[in-house]
């Protein structure tokens, strides 16, 4: 073995590394470097060049290839982040907490992909098939034609889809996968990383669709999905808070559709369901404007989503003021902060501050700025913002507002929605004739004296 082997390897960020440590130092993470075996135990490996290969067929850029026969499941929010309906012969990973109801969503698109046409197998490595049955009882779905496998010996699912040749394979979960190739326990790196590339491998061979489910793990005692990530042709990750019903199947990754798009869906007594219009529901615990509120008019994947940023400020009785956030960035915040604070002349200091997403959503985009500072300054000084308003724009270091993309859909998303004021950058016209009227700020001490007579 060559002396300077990477066989160590981070179970959180999947870094490797030639020794074991106690933290990884590319992450990190505490007590996540276990050691792997090697993907190809046993005899030396010939070196590539004593071996002649087959020749690889090439082709010109410009040959005409057909665009894939997607297949719609029905569950309008699942293909659309699936970028139009599931691909032939594609490999999906769908990662997430454990209890938040990737099972439950996969039950229930198999069911629907197999109405649709497609032979579907569903193979639950964590639950036996009693358990599945009651789920699909309790999903209504128990007549559905979907072939169901309670295993987790990888070679003996794959010698049975060999003979069955399905069009789409869900394994439940591939850290329940056990691959007798690889001298590691399930659930190890090696293991999970092992098992997906089996399957990946097969699955393209034979054209049929793969969905691997991955549990996402604090401990680090078994792998996350991030190590296999690279293996598949789209990465969705389904989010939410426990004690909310609302969950978000995002796409981080697709190579057949947008990244960045989102699919809501409500948990209910009786599995998911769809959520059509996800502003309203965002929004429906709304009532009347309150201070430390603003509703931030954004944009998730390709479409637009109203969403409310609530903000507490508080006097704080420690010398280190809190900075709490949940949703959003907490670096970000704080430039946020800092930009109010040099640029405005309103300080935070000495106060804690507490920033959430209303619904248990995760907002990522820059346009969220204006608003996030809104609610920020309209919890300070108890003073509600404008009622119907919405807010968005994206606040640069000197204090200046930029202008941000797709201006128009966020505000017919916010005229669909009853809003019909609108605060944003200065972009020369003060909105289109049918939507809401646009107050423009060309920065935020325009704003903060506009809106608040401060400044
Ligand atoms: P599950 O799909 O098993 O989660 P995962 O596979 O991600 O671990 O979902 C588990 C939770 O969902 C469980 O707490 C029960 C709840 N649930 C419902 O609320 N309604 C339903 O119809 C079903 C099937 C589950
Ligand atoms: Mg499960």
Not at 292 to 309: N, S
């Amino acid at each position: 073995m060559a002396a300077r082997a990477e066989n160590f390897r981070c179970t959180a960020c999947g870094a490797s590394r030639s020794k074991w440590s106690g933290r990884c130092d590319a992450c990190g993470a505490w007590n996540t470097v276990v050691e792997e075996a090697p993907l190809s135990a046993g005899p030396a490996r010939k070196s590539l060049g004593t071996r002649r290969g087959s020749r690889v067929e090439l082709s010109d850029l410009a040959s005409e290839e057909k665009p894939p026969a997607r297949t719609i499941s029905g569950i309008g929010e699942l293909d659309r982040v699936l970028g139009g309906g599931l691909v032939p012969a594609s490999a999906v990973l769908v990662g997430g907490d454990p209890g938040i109801g990737k099972s439950t969503l996969l039950l229930q698109a198999t069911a629907q992909f197999a109405g649709a046409g497609l032979k579907a197998v569903y193979v639950s490595g964590e639950e036996a098939r009693a358990q599945v049955r009651m789920r699909a009882r309790r999903l209504g779905l128990e007549q559905a034609p979907v072939q169901l496998a309670a295993e987790t010996n990888l070679r003996d699912i794959l010698t049975t889809l060999e003979k069955e040749r399905p069009d789409l394979v869900v394994i439940d979960s591939i850290q329940t996968m056990w691959a007798d190739s690889v001298e590691s326990a399930p659930g190890s790196v090696a293991q999970v990383r092992a098992a997906a590339h089996e399957l990946t491998g097969f699955a393209k061979r034979r054209g049929i669709s793969v969905v691997l489910v991955g549990h996402v793990t604090k401990e680090g005692q078994i792998a996350g999905p991030r190590v296999i990530e690279h293996m598949v042709d789209t990465v969705l990750y389904f989010e939410g808070e426990r004690g909310h019903q609302f969950r978000i199947l995002r796409a981080v990754k697709n190579r057949f559709g947008p990244a960045d798009e989102i699919g809501v869906f409500e948990m209910t007594g009786r599995g998911l369901t769809e959520v059509r219009n996800p502003s309203a529901l965002f929004l429906s615990e709304r009532d009347t404007p309150a201070a430390g509120t603003a509703v931030f008019a954004g944009i998730e994947g390709t479409r637009p989503l109203l969403v409310e940023f609530q903000a507490l400020v508080a006097p704080t009785p420690m010398s280190q003021p809190r900075r709490s956030v949940v949703g959003w960035d907490g670096a970000r915040l704080s430039m946020i902060l800092a930009v109010l604070e040099a640029r405005c002349a309103i300080p935070f200091s000495g106060l804690d501050v507490y920033l959430n997403v209303a619904g248990g959503l995760k907002i990522s985009e820059p346009a969220a700025d204006l608003a996030v500072a809104a609610a920020l300054l309209s919890a300070r000084e108890d003073i509600a913002l404008p009622a119907d308003t919405v807010v968005f724009g994206e606040i640069s270091l000197s204090g200046a507002l930029r202008t941000v993309a797709q201006t128009e859909s966020r505000l017919k998303e916010a005229r669909k929605l009853g809003f019909n004021k609108a605060i944003a950058p200065d972009r020369g016209s003060t909105g289109p004739s049918w939507g809401p009227r646009v107050r423009q700020m060309p920065d935020l001490v325009t704003f903060v004296g506009e809106i608040f007579g401060a400044g």
